[in-house]
């Protein structure tokens, strides 16, 4: 028996500039560890940050006055900007950096505790501990992992009505009330196994046998990047149907990885 599932429908967000120019803001950008941080006085829904290599372009909320941000495009130069929005979709720009990456490190950027996985400190931190003592290699973990989230992490499908495009998901809400969409699935998954030093991506884009927008999670399991997918799965786990934790890649369409 197969559950559909109805999954998050992710809408890009347009950013139109205003014709000025920027301003410093107050903002510092200060690069390490395969990700930026920026310290911002002012924060909000009504700001963005837009960050740019070799245009392929990824956007986030300023959501705090704190916000460590992935820069996960590979080594070269970063265009980094703080936006505010004016009106509609109408951007304007008060801070812009550069930051040069001469190195990668794949394994360091996705273990990082960045949006949209804000995972060090969290409750969750301390249940990927608890659930994976005794074990003893690195797919074991996953499986325990995988495990717990499949069976005890309920799909919430009221949450899609009225969601903004800004969703950004939160680890211990989800825990809190035990549901989520596949976005707070694939970011608590993560959260759990970065946690635990277990190099893994939240991914974006689309499964073969759905519609909508999906989110996922690849893992680095004896060196090599495997896709799980534990919002597809938890409906099979919760009706004690074994499936593959491992999927075929042939089955996804990846858009975006964070």
């Known amino acids: 028996m ?24 107050g903002f510092v950008v200060v690069g390490g560890n395969g990700t930026v941080k920026i310290d911002s006085p002012n924060y909000g829904q009504h700001m963005r940050v837009l960050i740019e290599k070799d245009n392929v372009q990824y956007q986030y909320v300023l959501s705090r006055k704190e916000e460590e941000l992935p820069l996960q495009m590979g080594k070269g130069d970063y265009s ?3 936006l505010e929005n004016i009106e509609g979709n109408r951007y304007r720009v008060v801070s812009k950096e550069k930051v040069s990456m001469e190195k990668f490190d794949e394994k360091e950027v996705f273990l990082a505790s960045a949006q949209p996985i804000y995972w060090r400190g969290k409750p ?15 797919r074991k973990k996953v499986e ?19 969601l903004k495009d800004d969703y950004i998901p939160n680890i211990e809400s989800t825990l809190n009330t035990m549901s989520g969409i596949c976005y707070d699935y694939a970011a608590l998954t993560a959260g759990m196994l970065r946690s635990l030093g277990i190099p893994t991506k939240l991914v974006k884009g689309y499964k073969n046998d759905l519609e909508a927008y999906h989110a996922w999670n690849e893992v680095l399991i004896d060196g090599k990047w495997v896709i799980i997918d534990t919002t597809y799965d938890s409906a099979f786990a919760k009706v004690n149907l074994d499936v593959n934790m491992i999927k075929s890649n042939t089955e996804y369409n990846k858009t975006r990885e964070y």
């Not at 990927?128 to 003893?136: C, P, R, Y």
């Not at 325990?144 to 009225?162: E, L, P």
């Open 2 to 25: 197969k559950k559909r599932i109805i999954l998050l429908l992710c809408v890009s967000m347009l950013f139109v500039f205003a014709e000025q120019a920027f301003a410093s803001g």
């Open 124 to 138: 969750a931190e301390q249940l990927a501990k608890q659930l994976t003592q005794g074990d003893v290699d690195t």
């Open 144 to 162: 325990s992992i995988y495990n717990y989230v499949t069976k005890n992490i309920a799909y919430d499908h009221g949450k899609i009505a009225g």
């Open 80 to 82: 980094i900007k703080v």
